[in-house]
Structures are given as structure tokens and as C-alpha cells.
């Protein structure tokens, strides 16, 4: 029997560049599973940052918590707000996290479980797209977009996402992560 492939999101905001939110990233522990595949994002907003973590693992495999290490009373606390927006399985596959140099991703959250899709579809003239969709009941969204786009074209991809129901529109670029994964 095949396991069904689950993506867990979680979102934050925060004021820190991407090497000093890397290093606060590397002070929580997680759990067992939460790390053998993970894909961090991050992009500008409102002054400052946002980052969202791509967990994927299978359904019911993975125990998501953040638990933070002691720190140092020498070290300033920085605020980083954490949203758990959830579960997702794929509605739509087109591609996998390989981004291309040249590429970005734009991400569009989406509340309403009665939005046509088909609209956000049709947009996809210069990209890939992926869409995931609530697994669990208490997801943040009812919808996550994630399109895969051509630098020179993600300004246009941007205009027209505004033009839709839409809660969150970004546009990220991929973090590498690299002492991550703890075995």
C-alpha cells in the first residue's frame, strides 16, 4: 500500500537577514522526522523577513514540534513569529523543489475551499505549478499555490496573483540549508 506524501508548512516572520535567522534555525530542536527533507524559503516583507519551512514526509509520520534550546544571557532575543499553517497533500504535481538559477517561486495562500482553481491555473503560461491541499481539518488554508517561474516573468505573475482571492502572495527564493540534517 502507498503511503500518501503529506507537506507540512510553517511560516516566519521575522526582522533577521537569512545567515542570522539560519543560525537561530539551527538552535531548535526538532523532531526525529522533521528533518530528512526540508526546503526553506525566504522573502522581503514589510521591512523585514519572511521564511517559510516546506517539511515533507508521509501521512502520519511525522510528530512536528519546536522546541527551543537554552540561549545564552548574553545573547539578545529577536522576535520570530511562528505560524504552523499545516498539513497539505498535492492536488497538482508539475514540479519538485529543483529550482533553477533563474527561477523563483511565488507562493499564494488561500482560504476559501470553494475558490475555482482553474483561474490560478491559467496562469501558469510561464511556470510550473504545485497546489497542495488542506490534509488535515485544522490547516491554516484551504489552498497553497506554488508556482515556479522564470525570473523575468515573476513581476507579471505577482500583478495578476492580486488580482484574485488570494490571503498571502510572496515571492521567495530558496535557502540552502546545510547542517540541518541530524540523523
Known sequence: ??????????????????????????QYTRSVNSDQDVTMQQSEKNGGFRYIAQHRC??????????????????????????????YSFLQEEKLNNIQPDEKKIFAFISDPRTDLGIFKQLTEHSKLNIYEAYYENCQYAYILEYFVKKK???????????HNAEDIGLFQECKLHAIAKV
Open 1 to 26: 500500500m502507498r503511503k500518501e506524501k503529506v507537506v507540512h508548512f510553517v511560516c516566519f516572520d521575522t526582522i533577521l537577514g537569512r545567515e542570522p535567522f539560519l543560525a537561530q534555525w539551527e
Open 58 to 87: 508521509t501521512a502520519g509520520e511525522l510528530q512536528f514540534l519546536f522546541t527551543k534550546n537554552r540561549r545564552s544571557s548574553r545573547t539578545p532575543e529577536v522576535e520570530i513569529k511562528l505560524k504552523q499553517a499545516g498539513g
Open 153 to 163: 516573468n515573476a513581476a507579471e505573475l505577482l500583478d495578476q496573483l492580486k488580482l
